[in-house]
């Protein structure tokens, strides 16, 4: 009854947007979700527009007290000086308003605000901006004879600034009061920092807000897809002076230019995620928090620092926009050099699966050096065999005969361990490849750098339904697939369907590795894990060893696997077995968010999570302080 009830209100929603709402080019947006995936993908796009409304959100449960951060920074020794730049340009005085008083209101006081009037001509707005300068000695104003745009404007602020960090805040948009509290938290316990970027949620119009955009630890790779940091970032004075702050020629998109330059020289342990809303989004017309629509040059601005961040970083790739959400810019890559691949499948009969299997290798693959190695366990159908020994006689696969009860990590390890290739693909016999330039594609994503280990792609039931796109730890009490159920050309929370993006694992359905970490953590756990789990086994003592997992969505492929597959005695012998091993783990998935639910694989929902979790000194903190 549950359910019927939240579908009735999100189809209300929507109905109330489409009609009433002022969002503009609706119907030619609604026409577009139609022609990429039917009925079906308009019915799953709704629920992920229109849902979060109806969740329960409230952004002030979790924030901190007053109280609160007075007994936090009591105890910090370092509490360095906060510049935030706002470039103005004609916006609603009440906007600025209130996005001044939630700079005003912060529980940290060693601030100063920097107001960059960019030629607005607009009298009421100076006299607002003077009134506030007259009452608080920590904001100064500019007023700029010319126009500069926001790259400009937001430039001049800076040069301004006095502050060991600056950070920008958009005139029509607020803080929450614990902002600067939490930042400067965050400093105290990673002295080493030079960039901090924190959750956000968009703010209506009537000052509620929703859609909480909960976001993963710093991945350079969902950057390369998505300004997944965006509100708020905190930069060091520092590294903006490094990189010569912002540049022109990126309208509407220069804070993603920005942060990919800054990405290249901050080492990624320098970058710190603050799991928290901080920054209220506002949506007013000729806002992105609208609709991407209010900045048609975003696009074309983003895909052009995307390129130019491959470029610099010797990467080949082709840029180009996911056609639901043009700021999201997926990328083809091509790899930069051809060594030999050995595809490992294993099976046990199954002739349609495999025939079908195989010849989607080779009808998808152009790669000019790789090979076919079928694991044969213990197979009786006679049909499978003379397929088998037909293929084998044509130099088009090779056979390992694994006779032994079925034990997927011990199979895979024999025959990794047979052949010379350094690179390595995973797959299982239900695998269907649909998408061509596949193993290009898998090479060119584990080439990115050293580190990468391991890389996928999604996967598709039959009917189009996101069946894996990377694992999350934690999920259920163990790990489950991002996104599962959901439709697959949809962009998921926060588009993550159809960005590239660094995750936690990748599941053994379909994955390419690199043979020498794989050797180096002695593969798979043939023992402890034989049939499953063991590709999140693997992938956790590959990432405890500094090597990284990489999800990349242009690599795409149906897995026949069954939607109800039941869950048996040996699941949940193996799934207690992997909590036991893990529990530390896989209680902080980086690349989730503690905020959200642990009950689903579809970012749905959010979870406890207390300031005391965060900051112990808070559970301790004595009731009389509080008073």
Known sequence: MKNVITYILVFARAFWWLLFGTQRKKLKKVWLVYQVGGIRLCWYYMVGRFNAKVLSYDPFRNQLSDSQSKYILEKFTYKPLFSIVVPVYKVACEWLDECISSVVNQHYIKWELILV????????LTQLINSWVSQDNRIRSYCLVKNLGIAGATNFGIRQAKGQFIAFLDHDDELTADALTWVTYALNKNPDALWLYSDEDLISMAGKCHHPHFKPDFSPEFLLSNMF????SVYSSEMLAKVGHLRDGFDGSQDHDLALRLSEIIPKEKIIHIPRVLYHWREVL???AMGIEAKPKAPSAGRKAVAEALQRRNLKGEVSSYELCSTIYQIKFEPSEFPKISVI????????????CIDSVRRCTNYPNFEIILINNQSDDTAFLEYIKREQSLNRIKVLNYDKPFNHSDMNNIAADSVDSEFIVLMNNDIEIISDQWLEQLLATI??????????GLLLYPDGIVQHGGIILGLNGTAGHANKYIHGKSPGYLGRIQALQEVSGITAALAIIRRSSFQLVIGFNANRYPTLYNDVDLCIRLRKEGYRCIYNPMVRAIHYETKTRPVNIEEFVYKQRLGSDYA???NRDPFYNPNLALNNEQFHGFREFPVENQIQELANIPEWYLA
Request: with cysteine; proline share 2%.
């Open 117 to 124: 009037d960019d030629s607005s001509q607009k009298d009421d």
């Open 229 to 232: 940091t965006c509100h708020l």
């Open 286 to 288: 000729c806002s992105t």
């Open 345 to 356: 499948i294993p099976t046990k009969n199954g002739l349609s699966l495999i025939k079908k």
């Open 447 to 456: 080439q990115i750098d050293e580190s990468v280990a391991v890389a996928g």
């Open 584 to 586: 530390e783990i896989l």
